[in-house]
């Protein structure tokens, strides 16, 4: 098994920055790919951002360049730089890990950008 806890949604104005933190419950040396996604209002959960544990990353186009997903095993946490936001990157986020053959969610931390 494998909880794990989002932090540092919020508020932010248009053009911001906000870093969301992902704590797991073991040691994510272990955890191989560990993504951020996002769910809006009405829409499809989306893949935000993935990291391996080889820290080869993957991002869904309309977040390059803004967003920048790492990760810490001393910490056993991944983090989401979100730079430059905008109103479309109003979403629920969620933390993703992918361990033995299960896939595991956080609760979610809600990003909303303010236009």
């Known amino acids: 098994q494998v909880q794990l806890v989002e932090s540092g949604g919020g508020l932010v104005q248009a053009g911001g920055s906000l870093r969301l933190s992902c704590l797991a419950s073991r040691s994510i040396r272990s955890i191989g790919t560990m993504g951020w996604y996002r769910q809006a209002p009405g829409k499809q959960r989306e893949l935000v951002a993935t990291?391996?544990?080889?820290?080869?990353?993957n991002y869904v186009d309309s977040v390059k360049g803004r967003f920048t997903i790492s990760r810490d095993n001393a910490k056993n946490s991944v983090y989401l730089q979100m730079n430059s936001l905008k109103p479309e990157d109003t979403a629920l986020y969620y933390c993703?890990?992918?361990?033995?053959?299960?896939?595991?969610w956080g609760q979610g931390t809600q990003v909303t950008v303010s236009s």
């Open positions: 993703n890990a992918r361990w033995q053959f299960s896939t595991y």
């Open positions: 990291i391996t544990s080889g820290d080869s990353t």
